[in-house]
């Protein structure tokens, strides 16, 4: 049988090993010819090339490229394709739709991730399933993910990752790791090889790392090693195994800036959604895990908190639009930090799935005089009336818009802090985390 692996891009991380390995062993008996196409060259295309596979790039620029799914169906007939084995949502959507150019070609879909699709994937994989042939899932939980994705479950089969334990065999008596990176000789030594992703995980293992200090009495050592995006992140985190403190309605008051520096009235959205296209919207921390706004470049922390921006992030907020395309950029700080994140529809909407919840609030009365202490301390005129009416409004509306309302989820812990000052607001909210998490 004549195979030809799809790959977007041939570098070398995780599923381009899954696809070196499949080449290596499935073709060791002839059964399978193997051949292979790419679109952004890399390690793999050498590695391939050194087998003997033909190869052959291939542009793909997005999952619905016409002029890809027509190269791509010539090349199969030229190389007498008989399945196309794709790893990705673009190739598998380029494949289905070299389909049907070429009736010979026949698909399958190796999917893995465990990640929910957009609304707007999940219809297009609806629409797109009558022409998938067959779906690999990596794992149970992911088959049930590309179920709830829009695909056919009676199309998909789960086949476990393997190991390819020849790589790892040998003699490891003469090991360098302890010496080069001085590690005692009593010292357990644990090894997470991987790419420095979000999906890879990495702060999950490292909060798992500070909870078996607390537990465990033997002395251990975890050396992660990779490159990848996350790397300088994830040695923060390692430096810290702190929390950083996201403030969600900083990023609603940069797009609020951005209307408001374009002209655009921010509760249209023909007006605002135009202007998410090319929104060079930024989130760091300093040194000391302060969180920093960036717009177009410019650090725009302070400005953001002028009155006008504020009264204007509320109707920002209330776009659909808006909200769809932030909510990814919001669960991406916490996949990629420990964070406490502050936001009104953090609990049900964001992150639903989050450890802790707690649905923190007061009077209005009792928030104006703390939003009216903050402006004058930072030298800005501060009307209590004015400052009243704004949070008044400002809860009628988030209360009422039709998209991710202001609600309590079902299960956080609410504290009302009407009548505690910040000192115990905190001993407060320390209390119920300990409880959420017992500690």
Same mark, same amino acid.
């Given at each position: 049988?004549?195979?030809l692996?799809?790959?977007n891009h041939?570098?070398?991380?995780?599923?381009?090993? !899954?696809?070196?390995?499949? @080449?290596?062993?499935l073709?060791?008996d002839?059964?399978?010819?193997?051949?292979f196409a !790419?679109n952004?060259?890399?390690?793999l295309?050498?590695?391939m090339?050194?087998?003997?596979?033909?190869?052959?790039q291939i542009?793909?620029?997005?999952?619905y490229?016409?002029?890809?799914?027509? @190269?791509l169906?010539?090349l199969c007939r030229?190389?007498g394709?008989?399945?196309?084995?794709t790893h990705? +949502?673009?190739?598998n959507?380029?494949?289905?739709l070299?389909?049907?150019?070429?009736?010979a070609?026949?698909?399958?879909?190796?999917?893995?991730?465990?990640?929910?699709?957009?609304?707007?994937?999940?219809?297009?994989?609806?629409?797109?399933?009558?022409r998938?042939?067959?779906?690999?899932?990596?794992c149970?939980?992911?088959?049930?993910?590309?179920?709830?994705n829009?695909?056919?479950?009676?199309?998909?089969?789960?086949?476990f990752?393997a190991?390819d334990l020849?790589a790892?065999?040998?003699?490891r008596?003469?090991?360098?790791l302890?010496r080069e990176?001085?590690i005692p000789e009593d010292?357990?030594v644990?090894l997470c090889?991987s790419r420095?992703?979000?999906?890879?995980?990495h702060a999950?293992l490292m909060?798992? +790392?500070k909870?078996?200090?607390e537990l465990s009495?033997i002395p251990?050592?975890m050396?992660?090693?990779?490159?990848g995006?996350l790397?300088?992140p994830?040695?923060?985190?390692?430096?810290?195994l702190?929390? +950083?403190?996201?403030?969600?309605?900083a990023? !609603?008051r940069?797009?609020? +800036?951005?209307?408001?520096?374009a002209?655009a009235?921010?509760?249209d959205?023909?007006?605002?959604?135009?202007?998410l296209e090319?929104?060079?919207l930024?989130?760091?921390y300093?040194g000391?895990g302060?969180?920093r706004m960036?717009?177009?470049? %410019?650090?725009?922390?302070?400005?953001?908190?002028e009155n006008?921006?504020?009264?204007?992030a509320?109707q920002?907020a209330?776009?659909?639009a808006?909200?769809?395309f932030?909510?990814?950029?919001?669960?991406?700080q916490?996949?990629?930090?420990?964070v406490v994140?502050d936001g009104?529809?953090?609990?049900?909407v964001?992150?639903p799935q989050?450890g802790?919840?707690?649905?923190?609030t007061a009077?209005p009365?009792?928030r104006?005089?703390?939003?009216?202490?903050?402006?004058?301390?930072?030298g800005?005129?501060?009307?209590?009336d004015e400052?009243?009416?704004?949070?008044r409004q400002?809860?009628?509306?988030?209360?009422n818009?039709? @998209?991710?309302p202001? %609600?309590?989820a079902?299960d956080a812990?609410?504290?009302?802090?009407?009548n505690?000052?910040?000192?115990?607001s905190l001993?407060?909210?320390?209390?119920?985390v300990?409880?959420?998490?017992?500690?």
């Amino acid at each position: 049988m004549k195979v030809l692996y799809l790959l977007n891009h041939a570098g070398k991380a995780g599923t381009e090993r !899954y696809v070196e390995t499949l @080449v290596r062993y499935l073709s060791a008996d002839g059964r399978v010819k193997p051949y292979f196409a !790419y679109n952004e060259p890399g390690l793999l295309v050498e590695r391939m090339q050194a087998m003997s596979v033909p190869c052959r790039q291939i542009e793909m620029r997005s999952p619905y490229d016409l002029p890809a799914a027509k @190269v791509l169906a010539n090349l199969c007939r030229e190389w007498g394709i008989e399945l196309i084995h794709t790893h990705y +949502l673009r190739e598998n959507y380029i494949a289905m739709l070299a389909k049907g150019r070429n009736k010979a070609i026949r698909s399958v879909y190796t999917n893995h991730f465990v990640l929910a699709n957009s609304s707007l994937n999940r219809l297009s994989n609806r629409l797109m399933d009558r022409r998938q042939d067959r779906m690999i899932a990596v794992c149970n939980l992911g088959r049930e993910q590309l179920v709830k994705n829009g695909w056919s479950r009676d199309k998909i089969s789960v086949i476990f990752n393997a190991v390819d334990l020849d790589a790892w065999a040998g003699d490891r008596s003469d090991s360098t790791l302890r010496r080069e990176l001085g590690i005692p000789e009593d010292r357990f030594v644990m090894l997470c090889a991987s790419r420095f992703a979000h999906d890879k995980g990495h702060a999950y293992l490292m909060r798992s +790392l500070k909870r078996l200090t607390e537990l465990s009495d033997i002395p251990f050592t975890m050396v992660l090693g990779g490159d990848g995006e996350l790397l300088e992140p994830t040695k923060a985190l390692a430096r810290e195994l702190g929390y +950083l403190y996201v403030d969600t309605g900083a990023i !609603y008051r940069t797009v609020a +800036l951005r209307a408001r520096e374009a002209g655009a009235d921010p509760s249209d959205p023909e007006q605002v959604a135009p202007l998410l296209e090319d929104l060079d919207l930024r989130m760091d921390y300093g040194g000391d895990g302060v969180q920093r706004m960036y717009l177009s470049g %410019r650090d725009v922390t302070e400005t953001i908190r002028e009155n006008e921006v504020s009264a204007l992030a509320s109707q920002v907020a209330a776009l659909p639009a808006v909200r769809e395309f932030l909510l990814d950029f919001q669960r991406k700080q916490a996949r990629e930090h420990d964070v406490v994140m502050d936001g009104r529809d953090i609990g049900t909407v964001v992150l639903p799935q989050a450890g802790v919840k707690i649905f923190l609030t007061a009077a209005p009365e009792a928030r104006a005089r703390r939003r009216t202490a903050e402006l004058l301390q930072r030298g800005q005129d501060a009307n209590f009336d004015e400052i009243l009416r704004e949070i008044r409004q400002r809860d009628e509306q988030d209360e009422n818009r039709p @998209v991710a309302p202001l %609600r309590q989820a079902e299960d956080a812990a609410l504290l009302d802090t009407t009548n505690l000052d910040l000192k115990g607001s905190l001993e407060a909210l320390l209390t119920l985390v300990r409880e959420r998490l017992s500690l």
